[in-house]
């Protein structure tokens, strides 16, 4: 079984940086995508940035040249690196991951992270 641990949230002022880690474990054979998601309260969740299994990222508009997304694939971990934080961006941040593993090699499965909960306020 395959898990992801996030961790690096927390309290931050306005105008400053955190940066959140998520690790996969597991019987893991590799990892295509990987992403991170937030879902603010009441609303719905949204895809924040993605990246390719080669690094290629992407992400929405409102955090560009914020945020910077990055993985090694070494440590089959995920990095979302966030400056110039707005109150807008709190949120519960969530990981997820399309890995196969040794059982079936070339058949992706999706697997969630708990959440880890970033608040941006004075």
């Known amino acids: 079984q395959v898990q992801l641990v996030e961790s690096g949230g927390g309290l931050v002022q306005p105008g400053g940086s955190l940066r959140l880690s998520c690790a996969a474990s597991?019987?893991?054979?590799?990892?295509?995508?990987m992403g991170w998601y937030r879902q603010a309260p009441g609303k719905q969740r949204e895809l924040v940035a993605h990246?390719?299994?080669?690094?290629?990222?992407n992400y929405i508009d409102s955090v560009k040249g914020r945020f910077t997304i990055s993985r090694d694939n070494a440590k089959n971990t995920v990095y979302l690196q966030m400056n110039s934080l707005k109150p807008e961006d709190t949120a519960v941040y969530y990981c997820?991951?399309?890995?196969?593993?040794?059982?079936?090699?070339?058949?992706?499965?999706?697997?969630w992270g708990q959440g880890t909960l970033v608040t941006v306020s004075s």
């Open positions: 997820n991951a399309r890995y196969s593993d040794y059982v079936s090699r070339y058949k992706y499965h999706g697997v």
């Open positions: 597991g019987s893991i054979f590799s990892i295509n995508a």
């Open positions: 990246i390719t299994s080669g690094g290629s990222p």
